[in-house]
């Protein structure tokens, strides 16, 4: 299996519901370092997993659509806790539809989420 990974950044701020949440029931503000990967069982015509340039791109598209803003006021997430967790499936979600035609021929797409250089997390969507 190939892989090409594209890494950005983006901030928001959110609190959480539940008191498994503690101090981050409260407002508080996050900055995420953003690694996604693409994964094919076999390179395409050009010998590539995905144009680096088309994957960078439209992930800073994604991250552009929640940057700076506070994500309990988005109303797509209304309801939700916006867990690192959450957003790994939101962020895969909206790569798998915005890629367009650079999704055809990928086995997965995999977001990995960096709260912190100690907390992390990812999930794993296949295609």
């Not at 109303?75 to 367009?100: H, K, M, P, Y």
Request: net charge negative; charged share 25%; with cysteine.
């Amino acid at each position: 299996m190939f892989s090409l990974t594209v890494r950005d950044r983006f901030m928001v701020a959110h609190s959480f519901t539940g008191e498994v949440f503690g101090p981050a029931q409260r407002l508080h503000g996050a900055t995420f370092v953003v690694e996604a990967t693409f994964r094919r069982a076999d390179l395409d015509a050009d010998g590539l997993v995905v144009d680096i340039g088309v994957a960078s791109q439209v992930l800073r598209t994604v991250l552009a659509q929640v940057e700076y803003r506070n994500l309990d006021d988005v109303e797509e997430f209304a309801g939700q806790n916006t867990s690192t967790e959450f957003l790994c499936r939101w962020i895969a979600d909206r790569l798998s539809v915005d890629l367009g035609p650079a999704v055809t021929g990928l086995a997965g797409i995999t977001v990995l989420l960096r709260e912190s250089d100690v907390a992390w997390a990812s999930y794993e969507k296949e295609l």
